[in-house]
């Protein structure tokens, strides 16, 4: 699959960025709390945000789910390809919970989670200068 052209730092909107490093930190925070449905909706609602903020380029899918996103990330992602796997692996883990998931693949899939999301992070802070940010990614 070909990726999506490089953005430029100067071109990327700090607040936008800023807005979805908080979502980013919130899912990791109450993963625990959260239902399946929940997390499909979250990474949905990043995927939406990712668009928004030109972060992923736009195509004709009625949904796009959250490891493609990963593969498109216009952004520089070391282990781009690994990670859109891992963020595969989680997503099955997602839909293979039905009611009452087992504490180890709770715990699998948050591990998941929370490498992609620290890439990302890695991603953001490479990509911007941090003076283009409202306040610190952390």
């Known amino acids: 699959m070909a990726r999506a052209k490089r953005r430029r730092p100067e071109d990327l909107d700090g607040t936008a960025i800023k807005r979805i490093i908080d979502e980013l930190n919130s899912m990791i925070e109450g993963f625990d709390d959260y239902s399946p449905e929940d997390i499909a909706y979250s990474l949905d609602a990043l995927t939406t945000m990712f668009l928004d903020a030109q972060l992923i380029p736009l195509r004709k899918l009625r949904r796009k789910k959250f490891h493609i996103a990963i593969e498109e990330f216009v952004l520089d992602l070391p282990e781009r390809g690994a ?13 293979a919970y039905g009611d009452e998931p087992s504490e180890e693949e709770v715990e699998e ?3 998941i989670l ?4 620290s890439a990302l992070k890695s991603a953001f802070d490479v990509g911007l200068n941090k003076s283009q940010l409202p306040l610190s990614l952390e």
């Open 83 to 95: 990670l859109a796997e891992s963020m595969e692996t989680f997503e099955d883990l997602m839909n």
């Open 109 to 111: 899939a948050k591990e």
């Open 114 to 117: 929370e490498k992609v999301f």
